[in-house]
């Protein structure tokens, strides 16, 4: 039973270029959200969906950010035109239902550790 | 707002000593708590929960009391080991809402 799954663990991108990680959540879960997580601090919300929709992305930064979950096939984050600001680690987390439902607790990924050079 | 503060590290204990990591919340509806544990290089692990006041959620001898009238959820364990050294987070989410609120997270290393 796989578990949140995320790639590439790791992606160098120089300064301009686009960043794309994925995320294939937990079988059965239909909910997906990205934070983000700045060295020595906390996991910062960015977006939520759920298939084919954006439920909440008050935590995305306005420009150059954005997150699809398409029908078929796993979330995506895009960054494009990377700066150095974006090196962060970014983690998505599952769940079979919305966070606002009690009893439901996030699944998490292992991340991917952008480095921005 | 909704948000949840937690005692800030790094913590550096001796093996079996006793652990307490405190954390409190501020929440506008009907919270569920929760305790997440990150090792190295890894995503987030959810360690324990309770959902509703007085309730007390348990785990590998990490325990933790819901306290409404606190507004707490303080992380313990009597005897810490080595391998408990990771960095752990106290998030909440409540029924009204979207979000996953975590605190700054607090680093623990237990040295032999």
């Known amino acids: 039973n796989a578990g949140v799954m995320q790639n590439p663990r790791h992606l160098v991108r120089r300064r301009g270029q686009e960043a794309r990680l994925r995320c294939s959540p937990m079988?059965?879960?239909?909910?997906v959200y990205w934070y983000r997580q700045l060295p020595e601090e906390g996991l910062k919300f960015m977006v939520y969906?759920?298939?084919?929709?954006?439920?909440?992305e008050s935590g995305m930064p306005k420009e150059r950010f954005s997150a699809e979950f398409p029908k078929e096939g796993p979330s995506i984050l895009r960054i494009q035109q990377v700066v150095r600001g974006d090196s962060a680690a970014y983690f998505c987390?599952?769940?079979?239902?919305?966070?606002?439902?009690?009893?439901?607790?996030?699944?998490f990924g292992n991340g991917t550790r952008l480095t921005v050079t | 707002g909704d948000s949840v503060t937690q005692m800030e590290g790094p913590v550096t204990l001796s093996e079996e000593a006793f652990l307490t990591i405190n954390c409190t919340y501020t929440?506008?509806?009907?919270?569920?708590l929760f305790w997440y544990v990150q090792y190295p290089g890894e995503g987030l692990q959810l360690l324990l929960k309770?959902?509703?006041?007085?309730d007390k959620g348990s785990n590998k001898g990490f325990e933790a009391t819901y306290r409404k009238e606190t507004t707490s959820f303080h992380l313990e364990k009597g005897s810490v080991q080595v391998s408990d050294s990771a960095v752990y987070f106290c998030?909440?989410?409540?029924?009204?809402?979207?979000?996953?609120?975590f605190g700054t997270g607090t680093s623990l290393t237990v040295i032999p």
């Open positions: 929440a506008t509806g009907y919270p569920s």
């Open positions: 309770a959902t509703k006041a007085d």
């Open positions: 969906l759920q298939k084919e929709n954006i439920i909440d």
């Open positions: 998030a909440l989410s409540v029924n009204t809402g979207n979000q996953f609120y």
């Open positions: 987390a599952s769940s079979p239902q919305a966070s606002g439902q009690r009893n439901s607790p996030l699944h």
């Open positions: 079988k059965g879960h239909s909910h």
